[in-house]
């Protein structure tokens, strides 16, 4: 399903060309990756909003994270990473520390779904009770390397 997605995000990225107007602070640093990472070999980086892509990567996403989560994101950033040098693919991975102090890190070790891939970080900014902001995830399998950033006000209450 993973492969599926990612390469159906790279054929949309080439159609996709606009950045959200609205951005947080966790949003300038996802832009900032972006921009430090867009033109390195094996990294392919790619922002879905609204009137641009992003409904499609939304129904494409609806079945991995469900209707109901989908529903509130604003736009979505993903930083595919798998065909990059290690090194690039370390620096990536202490990219994600920045978010430490911004958004809450959530731990993936116990959860089933996530066992079977070598490296996994969330990250989200809790809203209210059942809804989040923000949402990060970094994925990493011996096939594929992913770092994903969802913009929005996302409910996850109903969610199993």
């Known amino acids: 399903m993973k492969k599926a997605v990612l390469l159906v995000a790279l054929c949309i990225m080439t159609m996709v060309t606009g950045y959200a107007q609205d951005t947080s602070k966790v949003k300038g640093r996802v832009d900032d990756i972006v921009k430090r990472y867009e033109n390195t070999n094996g990294v392919d980086c790619m922002t879905a909003v609204k009137g641009e892509g992003l409904g499609l990567l939304k129904m494409m996403l609806n079945q991995q994270f ?95």
């Open 66 to 160: 469900g209707r109901d989560f989908m529903k509130g994101v604003t736009s979505i950033t993903i930083i595919n990473y798998s065909d990059a040098e290690p090194e690039t693919c370390i620096a990536l991975r202490k990219e994600l520390d920045q978010f430490c102090s911004l958004l809450e890190e959530f731990r993936a070790d116990d959860d089933e779904e996530f066992a079977e891939n070598d490296y996994v970080r969330i990250f989200a900014l809790p809203l209210e009770e059942g809804a989040i902001s923000d949402f990060v995830i970094a994925i990493e399998d011996k096939e594929s390397k992913m770092m994903m950033h969802m913009a929005g006000k996302i409910k996850f209450d109903n969610v199993d």
